[in-house]
């Protein structure tokens, strides 16, 4: 048996990424999220586990983000951070965050000005700062599909290939962009 395994990012597609910092109220893309992790010794990207084109930007804009996460039961992932933290102990550390569901959809809105598809990447977050409990800053990630993509795929499908995608974003993104491009 033959396969080949793609990463997604930069591979299959174009990530565009906008971050928020919640201090200024600034939005950028020029940085890397991970290097704004990895600028401190207490810091997580979380990677909010919904659809952030469906949930999140017609979610209550007011309402503050831990409330948001609570209230509605999402799942919530640490993507990495520069201190071990369990996701209850993150939960509990941002209860009296006051940031809004608004500075997250703020960076949705960014992206989707781009015209990059948020479904095929990995969604919304947050950077916060664990010893704090203050989420510094939002982030949202939209992809853009490589024209080439659907061809390379059907002509290594046509050679019996088998094609597997590997990545840490959101499941839901992972399995809109398998059937964009047609694998299982």
Do not use: W
């Amino acid at each position: 048996m033959k396969a080949i395994v793609f990463d997604n990012s930069g591979t299959l597609i174009e990530r565009y990424r906008a971050l928020k910092n919640l201090e200024t109220g600034l939005i950028f893309d020029n940085v890397s999220s991970l290097d704004i992790v990895d600028d401190s010794t207490a810091r997580a990207l979380v990677v909010i586990q919904t659809d952030p084109s469906k949930c999140i930007i017609n979610a209550r804009p007011d309402q503050r983000i831990c409330h948001f996460i609570k209230r509605n039961d999402i799942n919530i992932d640490i993507s990495y951070s520069t201190k071990e933290i369990k996701k209850r102990e993150l939960i509990d550390a941002i209860t009296g965050d006051e940031s809004k569901v608004s500075d997250i959809q703020d960076t949705i809105r960014a992206v989707m000005d781009k015209r990059y598809d948020i479904q095929i990447c990995s969604g919304s977050g947050f950077i916060v700062d664990l010893d704090t409990g203050k989420i510094e800053f939002t982030v949202t990630s939209g992809g853009r599909v490589f024209p080439e993509v659907r061809d390379v795929v059907k002509e290594l499908q046509k050679r019996d290939i088998n094609i597997f995608v590997a990545s840490g974003d959101r499941k839901g993104s992972l399995k809109a962009l398998a059937r964009y491009i047609g694998i299982p």
